[in-house]
């Protein structure tokens, strides 16, 4: 073998060597990325900013137009208590008193033990 083929054979086992040395570092890089230590932290944080936005958003919208706001959280808590207000309302039109109050006599006796007696 020549000088010169020496020489381009060296050349050529340095690039390669230099090419598998950025490819395991790019393979270390990757590993980092994506373990899942990592992309669960990342996923947290995330979401994190996501609601930060979101509520720095509905801020904003409270602070622009507070008639709506109300009106929509009216809504919502119309929704969410929607059966107990549908059983009252029954109760009240066909003339029912409220016969299973346990919550009245609860409060009876822990704030008037005395007359339990």
């Known amino acids: 073998m020549t000088d010169a083929a ?3 054979e060296a050349r050529a086992r340095g690039e390669a060597d230099a090419a598998k040395a950025r490819l395991m570092g790019t393979m270390d890089e990757l590993k980092a990325r994506l373990a899942p230590g990592k ?3 990342d996923a947290v944080q995330a979401a994190k900013d996501k609601g930060i936005t979101v509520a720095d958003n509905t801020v904003t919208a409270v602070k622009d137009k507070p008639v ?3 009106g929509v959280a009216t809504a919502a808590a119309l929704f ?3 059966k107990p207000l549908f059983a009252a309302v029954g109760r009240w ?3 029912e008193d409220d016969q299973d109050d346990t919550t009245t006599t609860r409060r009876r006796s822990a704030l008037e033990p005395e ?3």
Request: aromatic letters at 6%; glycine letters at 6%.
């Open 6 to 8: 020496k020489v381009r």
């Open 39 to 41: 992309l669960t932290s």
């Open 68 to 70: 709506m706001a109300a």
């Open 80 to 82: 969410l208590a929607r």
């Open 93 to 95: 039109f066909r003339g």
């Open 115 to 117: 007359e339990l007696e």
